[in-house]
């Protein structure tokens, strides 16, 4: 690990908004008169009442509650977007750059993008979408994406976001879950030159979840995909009759905004529910102070609405703000590895957030690609979604940012709805590697496996004490599984799931999931998931599947698997295997290695022993550590015996 120390440009500090001794003060202010503190911070938002109440939240089995500005009502659609008419309703809203760098880009301003929000929100009242419904999301990377999410705020719809790239069987899962009557797709996606078929998966999707009655169809690329009468209908039908007329629904700050599924280490994922007033607080908060964002800038996240990082940082967070924020349809390396530089210059971004996977995977690809760019727009650079090892780190800002611009490495989750320790460009001295400090309003504490609080230098399990306006309110449709998933381990605290370091300067160095969740390329997958989606193959008796550390993905995906009597292995049965979890739950959650095993490490009470299969997935034999309380120990020398190499 390193521990050399970036400080805060000069530039930086002297036109900082948050400097080190405003960061310190604020912060200490922030926990010890949280009310003070978060009513003025909520002024920001846009309120049609303004609340008197600030945190309500309890982290106690007996009273458990997340609640913030219980008493406040607003409108997110309203704070995103009418709000900022008078003053920059001619500003570009969203730059949206698509997938074949020879198409054109759109612009489109906060005028013409309330006027469409409008009028898509009375298309989906007009089909029968009241306050609390949930509506189901399933695009590519374009404009339309945002105008439904804010379509849908709107009205006080529930908006659930399906990424594009899960199969029909998931998207199935997740609309059934929430029960959703209403989809909202395109004919198709487009990535890195590939279409992606979103309406046929849709198609299938409604076939295996009976809650499905409308679905509305947005023309991407122009496909000729098959409608059902009465079933589906086109976007620009819908919006070319409609109002652009619509009042936004008074939201109290508590009423659910989303719904964002996400894995953790049982099977099924968590439908994660966000509420308005506190996340688009937060999500408004952070994007400022984290990315110091101004006025004029053009802002960059290069994620997926998909993901949370697309909803608080590409829509909700820029939008409250007034920003400019790039849409790209497309994937970073594609047509070329220049190609995410040359979008900074097409568009001279000032900020630029995205994940280490996709710098690592650059970074391979040599720095002529870097270099034959200008980036002399870039002012901060960031990143999210796993830890960025330092080498990536010092690449991102001396060939990237040419030495130029600070690195907000920030560590958050789905559930915390927004950034939680960052850096602040113009507080924080950077050490590579580290996401640095708390943000305002966050305590976080690292306790030992029975929970003992550590203090000082030392590693252990992240929790964080108290709540934040951010948090996510609930598992939708099992608040107990909320409760037993995150505040039971370590009662009166959230145990955010991962491991970490904090140094002798109080620096904290997120180490990775320490529960069977792994993080591949950024996106989080529970074991269990993979697992149930390979015994579900008809030649598979059994699967056990664990991370490994990957050079570009950060961690990819090591499957273990005992075939059902009579089916022999082979290298197609591997592949069938692999094409089947793809089907199952989609590209993300390809295996990157499967070996077939004639049993798996077991305990004489027959629990898995993963730490062994862990070892060895890792090439991490010498140290397998004590075997002796297997039921069966010579299992373990078959498996090294053919692990499979490297992949
Ligand atoms: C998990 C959350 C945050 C939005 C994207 C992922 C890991 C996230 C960092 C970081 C080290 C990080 C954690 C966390 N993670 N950011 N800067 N440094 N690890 O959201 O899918 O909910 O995954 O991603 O392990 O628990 P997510």
Not at 451 to 462: I, Q, R, T
Not at 469 to 484: A, E, K, L, N
Request: glycine share 8%.
């Amino acid at each position: 690990m390193s521990d050399d120390i970036y400080p805060v440009p000069e530039t930086w500090a002297k036109t900082a908004r948050i400097d080190a001794a405003t960061y310190a003060k604020d912060y200490a202010r922030s926990l010890s008169d949280p009310t003070g503190y978060w009513l003025e911070q909520a002024q920001r938002l846009d309120w049609m009442t303004a609340p008197t109440l600030a945190d309500e939240s309890d982290f106690t089995e007996e009273k458990f509650a997340v609640r913030w500005f219980a008493d406040g009502v607003l409108n997110v659609s309203a704070n995103c977007l009418d709000r900022h008419l008078e003053a920059r309703g001619d500003q570009v809203a969203i730059i949206w750059e698509p997938d074949a760098p020879t198409a054109s880009p759109r612009h489109i301003t906060y005028r013409e993008l309330h006027a469409e929000v409008c009028k898509f929100a009375n298309a989906l009242k007009a089909k029968g979408v009241r306050k609390g419904d949930r509506v189901t999301l399933y695009l590519p990377m374009i404009p339309e994406a945002a105008v439904a999410m804010l379509a849908c705020t709107r009205i006080g719809a529930v908006h659930s976001i399906v990424f594009g790239g899960f199969s029909p069987d998931a998207l199935a899962g997740r609309i059934t879950d929430c029960d959703s009557r209403i989809v909202i797709t395109a004919d198709e996606g487009c990535r890195g030159g590939k279409s992606v078929a979103l309406k046929t998966n849709v198609d299938a999707a409604a076939k295996l979840s009976s809650s499905v009655e409308t679905i509305i169809v947005i023309k991407a690329t122009g496909a000729d995909v098959p409608m059902t009468e009465g079933r589906d209908f086109w976007y620009g039908d819908l919006i070319a009759e409609a109002d652009a007329d619509c009042a936004p629904e008074p939201m109290n700050a508590e009423d659910p905004l989303f719904i964002l599924y996400t894995s953790g280490s049982t099977g099924k994922p968590k439908g994660v529910l966000h509420s308005t007033g506190g996340y688009l607080l937060w999500a408004s908060l952070t994007h400022e102070l984290v990315f110091d964002y101004r006025d004029g800038d053009v802002y960059w996240c290069a994620a997926d609405v998909g993901w949370v990082t697309g909803h608080t940082y590409i829509v909700y967070g820029p939008l409250a703000n007034g920003a400019t924020t790039l849409m790209y349809e497309g994937v970073p390396n594609w047509p070329s590895p220049s190609r995410i530089w040359q979008v900074v210059d097409r568009h001279k971004v000032n900020q630029l957030y995205t994940a280490p996977t996709a710098l690592r995977a650059l970074m391979k690809e040599g720095d002529s690609y870097v270099t034959a760019t200008d980036r002399s727009s870039l002012r901060l650079l960031g990143t999210v979604g796993e830890p960025i090892n330092p080498e990536a780190w010092r690449w991102y800002h001396q060939v990237v940012g040419e030495g130029r611009c600070p690195i907000v490495d920030t560590w958050w989750q789905t559930e915390t709805g927004g950034q939680m320790i960052t850096p602040l460009p113009g507080a924080t001295a950077l050490k590579p590697g580290s996401a640095t400090f708390p943000f305002f309003g966050v305590e976080p504490k690292l306790v030992d496996a029975e929970g003992k609080v550590l203090e000082g230098a030392a590693e252990g399990n992240l929790v964080i004490t108290r709540s934040w306006p951010g948090q996510m309110r609930t598992v939708w449709g099992d608040h107990d599984r909320f409760f037993q998933t995150y505040f039971s381990t370590y009662p009166g605290t959230y145990f955010t799931g991962d491991g970490c370091r904090r140094d002798a300067d109080g620096y904290y160095w997120i180490t990775g999931r320490v529960d069977d969740v792994i993080n591949v390329s950024g996106h989080r997958m529970g074991t269990a998931e993979v697992e149930s989606a390979l015994v579900l193959h008809k030649t598979v008796a059994e699967a056990a599947v664990v991370g490994f550390p990957h050079d570009i993905k950060g961690q990819g995906i090591y499957a273990y698997v005992t075939l059902n009597s009579g089916e022999t292995p082979s290298d197609e049965l591997r592949k069938s295997l692999v094409a089947w979890v793809r089907q199952e739950i989609g590209p993300i959650a390809t295996p990157d290695a499967i070996q077939f095993t004639p049993g798996l490490p077991k305990t004489r009470s027959g629990k898995i022993m993963r730490r062994i299969l862990r070892k060895i997935a890792e090439g991490d034999i010498s140290s397998l550590g004590d075997t002796s309380t297997l039921a069966d120990p010579s299992v373990v020398d078959d498996l090294v015996a053919n692990r499979v190499g490297k992949p």
